[in-house]
């Protein structure tokens, strides 16, 4: 990691943020362990760390041995953040208009390092079998959303981003990367990104990205569909062009559209 390099980068902040970023919704108990095996780091650092994180409240302790789950002050620490994003309230109404349309959802998502975050959903309806929540992640370069910020966002961060993927799982960037000239072509020409096999083959994804950061975010609205609800071509078609208005009509009411 270049920071090592830099003499005000605080290693151990940071090595405690990358122990709160081992757990997902599919492994919501870990044990040290298993923070070891994730990190990198030795046992003796993590249970230090784990010690620590655990006074503060970051961490619920469960057992003997423990396992952790994320406690109630990841939450807390998550509000201020979600309540100052003042797009989340403009396009809401939007967005459940498009997901009453294709009888789905629409989300919106930023980047976090080296994934796309669900931070709002608009659902159809309560039963929908694909249910993404605020902050479950996406594949930076294999998803729609990845995509389209990766074809939206400067050059100079495009850069960045890749080579941080090239270096965390050479093979995913090998197997992917050959897609994003053809995203890219596709937002100059579309406006939205499509994927019809890259990230789950039981699903079509589709991505339009604001014209330029909100708020130093770039956002991006989201799609996806069960590939069984019809043709690819025809479900981009008539999907698409939705998320493009909708993206367009967001910047409009957040005075974005100037200049553009």
Request: glycine share 8%; aromatic share 6%.
């Given at each position: 990691?270049?920071?090592r390099?830099d003499p005000?980068?605080?290693?151990?902040?940071?090595?405690?943020?990358d122990?709160l970023?081992c757990?997902?919704?599919e492994?919501p108990?870990?044990?040290?362990?298993?923070?070891?095996?994730?990190t990198g780091?030795?046992r003796?650092a993590?249970?230090?760390?784990?010690?620590?994180?655990?006074?503060?409240?970051?961490?619920?302790a469960?057992?003997?041995?423990?396992?952790?789950?994320l406690?109630?002050a990841?939450?807390?620490?998550?509000?201020?953040?979600?309540a100052?994003?003042?797009?989340?309230q403009?396009?809401?109404?939007?967005?459940?208009?498009v997901?009453?349309?294709?009888?789905g959802?629409?989300?919106?998502?930023?980047?976090?390092?080296?994934?796309?975050?669900?931070?709002?959903?608009?659902?159809s309806?309560?039963?929908?079998q694909t249910?993404?929540d605020?902050?479950?992640?996406?594949?930076?370069?294999?998803?729609?959303?990845?995509?389209?910020?990766?074809a939206?966002t400067?050059?100079?961060?495009?850069?960045a981003?890749?080579?941080q993927?090239?270096?965390?799982?050479?093979?995913?960037?090998?197997a992917?990367?050959?897609?994003?000239?053809?995203?890219?072509r596709?937002?100059?020409?579309?406006?939205?990104?499509?994927?019809?096999?890259?990230?789950?083959p039981?699903?079509y994804?589709?991505?339009?990205?604001?014209c330029?950061?909100?708020?130093?975010?770039?956002?991006?609205?989201?799609c996806?569909?069960?590939?069984?609800?019809?043709?690819y071509r025809?479900?981009?078609?008539?999907?698409?062009p939705?998320?493009?208005?909708?993206?367009?009509?967001v910047?409009?009411?957040?005075?974005m559209?100037?200049?553009?």
């Open positions: 990691m270049p920071e390099h005000d980068f605080a290693t151990t902040l940071a090595h405690g943020i122990i970023a757990f997902s919704a492994r108990l870990l044990a040290n362990k298993d923070f070891a095996l994730r780091l030795s003796s993590v249970a230090r760390l784990t010690h620590t994180l655990v006074q503060l409240g970051y961490l619920q469960i057992g003997k041995p423990p396992r952790y789950r406690g109630a990841v939450l807390a620490l998550s509000h201020p953040l979600l100052s994003m003042h797009i989340r403009v396009a809401r109404p939007l967005m459940k208009m997901a009453n349309h294709i009888r959802a629409v989300s919106l998502v930023v980047r976090d390092r080296l994934q796309m975050v669900y931070v709002d959903t608009a659902r309806n309560e039963a929908l249910r993404p605020i902050g479950a992640a996406l594949p930076l370069l294999s998803s729609a959303a990845g995509k389209a910020w990766l939206r400067s050059d100079a961060d495009r850069a981003v890749l080579n993927l090239k270096l965390a799982d050479p093979g995913h960037y090998a992917h990367i050959g897609t994003l000239p053809a995203a890219r596709d937002l100059e020409r579309k406006g939205y990104c499509g994927n019809n096999v890259q990230w789950r039981d699903a994804g589709f991505a339009a990205p604001l330029r950061p909100y708020q130093s975010l770039l956002y991006v609205f989201n996806g569909v069960p590939s069984s609800d019809g043709p025809e479900r981009a078609a008539d999907i698409g939705r998320l493009v208005a909708l993206a367009r009509e910047e409009r009411m957040l005075g559209r100037d200049g553009v």
